[in-house]
């Protein structure tokens, strides 16, 4: 199947130049092996020296690179490209989904008292527990489990092994054994959020864990037991959050990134990959922290001598200066 060139153009906006919007798009590819077929985009001007090359039918590109993009063939000229790149992903998904979509597959197990939306998709060997609640053309692929009382939003995009509303770790130490803390919450997700495959998003111990609007995680991620993180913020793989901590809005968490318990983060804050958040983050900005393993005593002297650096440094400074007067 195709699009035609003017169709997306049409649909999605943008400046069609030097190029016939009959023409007729087979594959969105990427700029370096893009074909006579293809539709390519480029969004860093650091790779403009594969334009020239490029044998793409069109190329979407910001209104700095028309000229350049002209010269090789037909452009799609637009403010963000690599926004309506996404934009012609959607599409072209739309465009060639299969008939018949929707609906709950023969496999899964939907509990008489959960309630899923008729425009929802529940996929194969996915289990909605009793009371849960799946919101308008949200899409669980396989073997998604909702837990009892969980409430998914609409628009959500819910990927294979994803579990949603298994008990929190909670237990209380007695005499070398542990107690387990029953978890009498639920998880509450908003619109439009995306969750990766085998992420898991606990229960709360007393209140819900709260996944806002427009969130987007990625595979293997750890949400533990009464986490809220705010609308629009973004996580990678493999990245975990303990219990109790909130995290802002607009947010992003690297991969492989962990954030301790019971601790707050603002709106904007932004945590590279691998990067231990140990404190509460009270300003938006970017933080990073890697330090190596070593034995607990040691690494927390260390740490505190790290802290002190800056200070050392400075006041090295000031006694070389000083040192230089009196010589």
């Known amino acids: 199947m195709s699009l035609r060139l003017g169709a997306i153009v049409d649909a999605l906006g943008g400046t069609l130049e030097g190029g016939d919007g009959e023409v007729e798009i087979l594959r969105i590819a990427p700029l370096e092996s893009a074909g006579p077929g293809d539709l390519a985009f480029l969004n860093n001007p650091r790779y403009q020296p594969q334009l020239a090359a490029s044998r793409a ?3 979407i590109v910001a209104p700095a690179l028309r000229d350049a993009a002209l010269a090789r ?3 799609i000229v637009t403010p963000d490209p690599y926004v309506y790149f996404a934009r012609v992903t959607q599409l072209w998904k ?7 979509a929707g609906g709950v597959h023969p496999s899964a197990v939907v509990d008489d008292e959960a309630f899923v939306d008729p425009t929802a998709t529940v996929g194969p060997l996915c289990v ?3 009371g849960a609640h799946v919101g308008a053309h949200t899409v669980l692929k396989s073997r998604v489990t909702v837990g009892e009382r969980c409430r998914i939003g609409a628009r959500c995009l819910v990927h294979p092994g994803v579990v949603i509303g298994a008990d929190g770790f909670g237990f209380a130490p007695e005499r070398g054994a542990w107690v387990k803390i029953e ?3 639920a998880v509450r997700i908003g619109d439009d959020v995306e969750i990766g495959a085998n992420t898991c998003i606990d229960r709360g111990a007393l209140e819900d864990t709260v996944i806002e609007d427009g969130v987007k995680l990625d595979n293997l991620i ?4 009464n986490v809220r993180i705010g609308r629009n913020t973004a996580m990678a793989g493999c990245s975990g959050v303990a219990g109790s901590t909130t995290i802002g809005a607009h947010c992003t968490i690297g991969g492989a990134a962990s954030i301790l318990g019971h601790l707050e983060l603002a709106d904007h804050v932004h945590v590279s990959t691998n990067t231990v958040v140990t404190h509460s983050l009270k300003r938006p900005g970017h933080y990073t922290g890697v330090y190596p393993m070593d034995e607990n ?6 740490a505190a001598t790290l802290r002190n650096l800056h200070g050392l440094r400075e006041r090295i400074k000031a006694l070389e200066k000083q ?5």
């Open 57 to 59: 039918a069109c190329v």
């Open 73 to 75: 063939g037909a452009c």
């Open 94 to 100: 739309r465009a060639h989904a299969p008939s018949g």
């Open 128 to 130: 909605v527990e009793r």
């Open 183 to 185: 978890q009498l919450g």
């Open 222 to 225: 750890q949400i533990a037991h």
């Open 297 to 302: 005593a040691k690494w927390e002297k260390n």
């Open 323 to 327: 040192t230089e007067k009196d010589g």
